[in-house]
């Protein structure tokens, strides 16, 4: 049984990518599945498919690469920021910036899950789950 079951979706994309899958499976849950929807939104990754296998459901992320080199992922970080033992808070004016924009901060917010620029349109900030560049 998992504990952190982001830290357990954001290392298997790591791992993945590092060995250049094409597939990686992560453990459905409410968050993980909202998490999957906003990376394939902000074109991280080529899809996603839910799959219930033995009274379990699953969550199958289609790793993206780019076309002119087939081994460099999309995703060239990822890194969890909030857990479950230090949780990082920030409000509006506070929401990070992650290189100059080319990477997006995830935020919990009282919206829902967001980007950090979804997060400084609409001026809510939120628990900082995650950074992707």
């Known amino acids: 049984m998992v504990n952190d079951t982001i830290s357990d979706m954001l290392t ?10 094409k597939v990686v499976k992560v453990d459905y849950t409410r968050l993980n599945y909202m998490l999957t929807r906003l ?19 699953y969550i199958f992320l289609y790793l993206k690469y780019y076309s ?10 990822i ?8 949780r990082i808070y920030v409000n509006k004016n506070q929401i990070p910036t992650i290189f100059g924009n ?8 009282s919206q829902g899950i967001l980007t950090s620029l979804q997060a400084k349109e ?3 900030g939120g628990e900082v789950i995650c950074y992707v560049w």
């Open 12 to 21: 298997r994309i790591r791992n993945g990518n590092l060995v250049n899958h």
């Open 79 to 86: 890194q969890r920021v909030s857990k479950p033992g230090l």
């Open 122 to 124: 609409l001026g809510v």
């Open 39 to 57: 990376l394939k939104a902000e074109g991280f990754i080529r899809g996603y498919e839910t799959v219930k296998k033995e009274n379990q459901k």
């Open 102 to 109: 080319q990477g997006i901060a995830i935020l919990s917010t």
């Open 68 to 77: 002119t080199n087939p081994k460099r992922p999309v995703i060239r970080g």
